[in-house]
């Protein structure tokens, strides 16, 4: 059937494009929500046709700026297993927005269903949900048109955290099949995460209060609703900043970035030694763990600990279990705090692998392992079973009283039980901060320990992470997984120059595919080091590589030769 380009001229009349480049990044469209309708408007075209090369399986369209601020917004699309979009379709949402007119719009959407042999004919349906921005429902408005511009049939699932989008569905598309995912509903996702972790923490005392910093976001109340299925005695929680009333507070001064960014604590609350704390994002895809040492030392417990956490806890199970022939795996980035690295290399004995930054590029490189643990630093990941790790928990035998097994027995039942009720509590599909609170306590109630003693396995280097805007960010070209540029030329020498000064010196600068700024992460012995280094990358970007804006006074400045002025 083709393309009917009167309906699209008319549809396109009530989106016109506006002056505007975007580009499908690492998240997705994100830009401030005043010049997205168009491009919402064309990512519920795409949606159909990705629907329809999928034969009709629903394609989920998440509306979230995530961590950016309350003016922002943006558009992710969603696969049907609830993966991110396959990478060779981003260019498609690209071009579709930046069409000027119907008929560019129709031409592109001609050559996709061309290039990709796709049956227009065949049913196509999308699912939708956004987080808590008030420039949201409107947005909604323009996917919809979208996709019934294309005659899709389209599901508004309202508000909703990242995550639940992505389980809702993977439950959608599996439903009634043997790798049904779960009930595809809200009530569904709580049902399956609170089961799971009581499976895991019945019978062991709990911790003490887990204060939750919601960001002022869809996390809060959805953490709220979460905490009703789970008994009080298994897990206390109290969720602060929940102010989703007030839009302007969304991710203001709390959140997890603010946190692990600032490696300080979020407004609202009254930090003392001993208190357990946490704070996820704005659509709670991302959680960051902190706590106060007895010295009322701020301390945080980013991705890189809930990654050595859970990777080492899930080896050990399956080392009791006695299951054989499972490849657990880590899975990080440049980000990553290089003493995580050295000690899941060098003390837990499990590979790592590098990727770009992105989660997409990290969940598809943890699929290479039967467990794979991917995590970026700031507190996005979760952890993948292959089928072959699920079907060996599930056919490993669990001792029982008459096989003799009375003393070696019950702990080799308490892994398996555990193993197979962590398939079921992790979030199998993307990053989920509530899925991830949940397994980070269900490990911590297991092996009966505080933050600090999980915060003892190591010490992080010192690091900062800075931002500089530029003229044109594109200039910035990163290769080898972000950790080396190729442009602008000249440049990386220079970085690398700057480095080796710095006792355990690392950085790198790339572009941000989400922010209009070009990032710059140091690492090395000290703070004050950590510090310095930053800033005089920093000083090198904005003075020799198009800064702009006022120069801030912290960046240093090198001469040719490379030394500080
Ligand atoms: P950009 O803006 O491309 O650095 C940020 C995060 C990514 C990823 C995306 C998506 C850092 C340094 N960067 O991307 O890791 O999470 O947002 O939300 O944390
Ligand atoms: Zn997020």
Redesign the pocket.
């Known amino acids: 059937m083709p393309i009917d380009v009167r309906l699209i001229k008319e549809a396109f009349a009530k989106h016109p494009k506006l002056d505007v480049k975007y580009t499908y990044?690492?998240?997705g469209f994100?830009t401030k929500a005043n010049v997205l309708d168009s491009v919402i408007f064309t990512v519920g075209l795409l949606a159909v046709l990705r629907s329809q090369k999928h034969d009709g399986k629903y394609i989920g369209a998440m509306i979230t700026a995530?961590?950016n601020p309350a003016e922002d917004n943006g558009v992710k699309l969603v696969e049907p297993r609830g993966e991110m979009l396959a990478q060779s379709w981003e260019g498609y949402a690209t071009e579709l927005a930046n069409a000027a007119t119907a008929e560019e719009l129709a031409r592109i959407l001609e050559d996709v269903v061309a290039k990709e042999g796709i049956d227009t004919s065949k049913n196509a349906n999308v699912i939708v949900g956004r987080d808590t921005r008030p420039s949201g429902e409107a947005l909604v408005v323009a996917l919809t048109d979208g996709v019934k511009a294309l005659g899709g049939n389209i599901e508004d699932y309202g508000l909703m955290t990242t995550p639940q989008l992505h389980y809702l569905n993977r439950c959608l598309n599996t439903r009634g099949q043997p790798d049904a995912y779960g009930e595809p509903s809200e009530e569904g996702y709580y049902k399956k995460l609170s089961d799971a972790f009581t499976r895991i923490v019945i019978g062991k005392s709990n911790q003490s209060i887990l204060y939750i910093d919601g960001a002022n976001g869809i996390g809060a109340p959805t953490l709220q609703k979460l905490a009703k299925y789970i008994p009080k005695e298994s897990l206390s929680l109290e969720v602060v900043n929940d102010n989703v009333g007030d839009p302007k507070k969304l991710n203001l001064q709390a959140g997890a970035?603010y946190v692990?960014?600032g490696q300080k604590k979020p407004e609202g609350f009254d930090l003392k030694p001993g208190m357990r704390c946490a704070s996820l994002?704005g659509d709670a895809?991302?959680i960051v763990f902190w706590y106060a040492d007895k010295s009322g030392t701020f301390k945080l417990l980013d991705g890189d600990k809930i990654a050595t956490l859970a990777a080492e806890f899930i080896m050990r199970l399956v080392r009791s279990a006695e299951i054989p022939d499972i490849r657990v795996g880590v899975v990080q980035?440049a980000?990553a705090n290089g003493a995580s690295t050295a000690y899941v290399k060098n003390t837990l004995n499990i590979p790592v692998t590098f990727t770009p930054?992105?989660?997409k590029h990290l969940h598809h490189a943890a699929e290479e392992f039967d467990v794979g643990v991917y995590f970026?630093?700031?507190g996005?990941g979760t952890v993948l079973f292959s089928d072959k790790a699920i079907k060996a928990f599930h056919s490993a035998k669990i001792p029982t009283p008459g096989m003799d097994l009375a003393l070696k027995g019950a702990p080799e039942k308490k892994a398996i039980e555990t193993l197979r009720a962590l398939t079921d509590l992790i979030n199998q599909t993307v990053g989920d901060a509530l899925s991830d609170m949940l397994m980070v306590e269900a490990i911590l109630v297991s092996e009966n320990q505080s933050f600090e003693e999980w915060d003892k396995a190591y010490t992080d280097l010192p690091s900062r992470?800075e931002k500089v805007k530029v003229s044109n960010r594109h200039d910035f070209v990163a290769i080898k997984a972000d950790t080396e540029l190729s442009k602008p030329d000249g440049l990386q020498a220079k970085i690398s120059q700057q480095v080796a000064k710095f006792k355990h010196g690392r950085s790198f600068v790339?572009?941000?595919?989400?922010?209009d700024?070009v990032?710059i992460?140091a690492e090395a012995d000290t703070q004050e080091n950590a510090d310095l280094l930053a800033n005089i990358i920093c000083g090198l970007v904005y003075d020799y590589h198009g800064g702009v804006g006022e120069r801030p006074a912290a960046f240093r400045k090198v001469n040719a030769e490379g030394n500080l002025v």
């Open positions: 990044g690492t998240a994100r995530s961590h970035d692990k960014v994002d895809d991302r980035t980000y930054t992105g989660v970026e630093a700031n996005h992470l790339r572009p941000s595919g989400t922010e700024v990032r992460y």
